[in-house]
């Protein structure tokens, strides 16, 4: 399966970015999707995952409600509606299609990601 990630750019503090992940071509409706980031000099991280159907859905603490997962499966995508970003949560963000989980190991496909950078 190959995904693309989309939707990233430059916003100020405060602002908002709504982040795709699409498999064109190809249904990924019996995966879990997944987001991670990757900051300058760190590892990555898991950020939210949603199930196969969306019915179940996981983030990460540092998250504090602030970004949405969902998924259209009739469209083959998955989004990751972020608001009130901050300057740390500049990073490139990946998309990952596997098992419902916040491992990076439980995924065996990957995007290779989209800029998310925020300025103070």
């Known amino acids: 399966v190959q995904l693309q990630a989309s939707g990233g750019g430059l916003v100020q503090t405060g602002g908002s970015l709504n982040l795709s992940c699409a498999a064109p071509g190809r249904a990924f409706g019996g995966y879990a999707v997944g987001w991670f980031r990757q900051a300058p000099g760190k590892d990555r991280e898991f950020v939210a995952t949603i199930s196969y159907n969306g019915g179940t859905t996981l983030s990460a603490d540092f998250v504090e409600g602030r970004f949405t997962i969902s998924r259209d499966n009739a469209r083959n995508t998955v989004y990751l509606q972020m608001n009130s970003l901050k300057p740390e949560d500049t990073a490139l963000y990946y998309c990952?299609?596997?098992?419902?989980?916040?491992?990076?190991?439980?995924?065996?496909?990957w995007g290779h990601g989209t800029q998310v950078t925020v300025s103070s």
């Open positions: 990952a299609a596997g098992g419902f989980s916040s491992i990076q190991a439980r995924y065996s496909y």
